[in-house]
């Protein structure tokens, strides 16, 4: 008997794996998932396995490629923590000069360029 494999669309892959839908293009590009393209149209479809698969590595080692996973925590110390660094950064940025731009700012504050 022949094994069937699921599919879903790509939309409901990344809500699955927690990415957006543009991460699981780049993945593909890079040959981290294998997708299944429909004759005619292009569009993807993701094999459930795959799914499955990323998700067991993902949690098994959040952190190899350098992002940690976390659930957000909505308690009222976090939030008000989030608050707190959220309204620093509006009034550093309300500080800065008109001529300076985000290149400059980024360079200053954390030593790097946004630009590629």
């Known amino acids: 008997m022949a094994e069937t494999t699921t599919y879903v669309t790509l939309k409901r892959a990344a809500k699955r794996l927690g990415v957006h839908e543009q991460t699981l293009r780049s993945w593909e590009k890079r040959g981290l998932i294998r997708m299944v393209h429909l004759p005619g149209s292009g569009y993807r479809r993701v094999p459930v396995t795959e799914i499955e698969r990323l998700q067991t590595a993902m949690r098994a080692a959040p952190l190899a490629s350098g992002v940690r996973i976390v659930s957000p925590r ?35 504050s954390r030593g790097r360029s946004w630009s590629p």
């Open 74 to 108: 909505r308690d009222p110390d976090s939030l008000a923590q989030a608050k707190a660094l959220a309204e620093a950064v509006q009034a550093e940025l309300v500080e800065l000069e008109a001529d300076s731009n985000l290149d400059e700012f980024m360079a200053e």
